[in-house]
Each structure stands twice: as structure tokens, then as C-alpha cells.
């Protein structure tokens, strides 16, 4: 059975870089099948998509985040990262990963368990 | 893009009765829509995609409708596992695939 985890630091500071990082164990990210994406959750909040990649390398992000964010995949290691530059308080959330089917009808049937992020100096 | 809005805010249901969450799309999504249920917690679980393609291990209470821009979840008899909050988002256009605000549904 597919599962994802995400890990990384739960405290970033103003200004910095925020570097996560999904491994995906029971399945292999290089599946034409799916995508792999991040979501967040800012407290007491809804879900916010932030970006999907494809393990070609292929990326879609979140216009709202694109200046700041960048994902990537390493499909030796069966991960995926996320960075997001010039992180402020707003950037607090519960980032989770999550598998996405690549074609309709698209859904995200698995997900990680969430890491949370506080940015404070 | 799509801005997602989901009704009621907060639902009050007994166990055992029914509930009907709403979600309407800002413009056509067709059949592409999502339905998430979230325990504090704990990550968002899928129910429910094409709009009323129940997920695996979904069980049969659960039940999606609609097309076009409005769109419903109907919990036949609200389990105590079932109090929750419910998400929908939309997969018609994208980038950005966008969620609802969330209903929550709890023990009246």
C-alpha cells in the first residue's frame, strides 16, 4: 500500500527558505499515471493547492505562490521536494503531499500524514 | 480561476439522520469535482471523485451529485465517525485546482 511522509524543518524563520521534502514508499513516483503535489492548511483554515510535478519533471504551480515556490522530484530517491522562498508568518500552515491521478477523473487518493510549519524568529 | 463555495458553514445532525452538504463552483466545472472528509488531526481522506464516484472503501452511505456548478454530498445516516469537515474541489480548470472553505458537520 502507497504512502507518502513528508518531512523538514517545523520551524523556519522570516525571510528564509522553507525545504520539504515527500518520499513516497510501496510505489514508485515514476508512474504515468499520477502526479505529486503539495497542499497546505494554514491553522484553523482550509486547503490551499500550492503545486503538482510530474516525475518527468513536468510542474504546475499555484499563481498565487509561483514567484516563490519551486518543486522538484528525484525519482532515485522516490521523492519530491518543495522550496518556498521569503517565507512570512503567513506561510504557517500544516504542509501535506499527496498523489494526484494525472488524468479525469483526477482526484488525490493518497495522502501523507502532514508536517507542520511555524515561521517565527 | 474557480472559487469553490460550500454550504452551510457548520451543519448540526442527530446520528442517525441525514446530510445534505452543498457546493456551488463560480463557474462550469462539468463532472470534475472532489469531495474530502477531514478529522481534526488528521489528513484529508478522499470519498468521493468525478462527482459521484464513491473512493475505495467508501462506504455506501455516502453518496455525490450534480454537474455543472452545483453539487452535493448526502450522508444517508450520519455515523459518529462521520462528524467531520467536508471539503469539495474542483479539477475542471487548473492551475489552480481549488478547494471549498469547508462544512463542518457535528453532533447536535
Known amino acids: 500500500q502507497m504512502q507518502l511522509q513528508e518531512s523538514g524543518p517545523g520551524l523556519v524563520k522570516p525571510s528564509e527558505t522553507l525545504t520539504l521534502t515527500c518520499t513516497v514508499s510501496?510505489?514508485?513516483?515514476?508512474?504515468?499515471?499520477?502526479?505529486w503535489g503539495w497542499i497546505r492548511q494554514p491553522p484553523g483554515k482550509g486547503l490551499e493547492w500550492i503545486a503538482d510535478i510530474y516525475y518527468s519533471g513536468t510542474t504546475y504551480y499555484n499563481p498565487s505562490l509561483k514567484s516563490r515556490v519551486t518543486i522538484s522530484v528525484d525519482t532515485s530517491k522516490n521523492q519530491f521536494s518543495l522550496k518556498l522562498r521569503s517565507v512570512t508568518a503567513a506561510d504557517t500552515a500544516i504542509y501535506y503531499c499527496a498523489r494526484n491521478k494525472r488524468q479525469q477523473p483526477y482526484h488525490m487518493d493518497v495522502w501523507g500524514k502532514g508536517t507542520t510549519v511555524t515561521v517565527s524568529s | 480561476e474557480i472559487v469553490m463555495t460550500q454550504s452551510p458553514a457548520t451543519l448540526s445532525v442527530s446520528p442517525g439522520e441525514r446530510a445534505t452538504l452543498s457546493c456551488r463552483a463560480s463557474?462550469?466545472?462539468?463532472?470534475?469535482l472532489a469531495w474530502y472528509q477531514q478529522k481534526p488531526g488528521q489528513a484529508p481522506r478522499l470519498l468521493i471523485y468525478g462527482a459521484s464516484t464513491r473512493a475505495t472503501g467508501i462506504p455506501a452511505r455516502f453518496s455525490g451529485s450534480g454537474s455543472g456548478t452545483e453539487f452535493t454530498l448526502t450522508i444517508s445516516s450520519l455515523q459518529s465517525e462521520d462528524f467531520a469537515v467536508y471539503y469539495c474541489?474542483?479539477?475542471?480548470?487548473?492551475?489552480?485546482?481549488?478547494f471549498g472553505q469547508g462544512t463542518k458537520v457535528e453532533i447536535k
Open positions: 463557474q462550469s466545472v462539468s463532472s470534475n
Open positions: 510501496g510505489g514508485f513516483i515514476s508512474s504515468s499515471t499520477y502526479y
Open positions: 474541489q474542483q479539477y475542471h480548470n487548473w492551475p489552480p485546482w481549488t
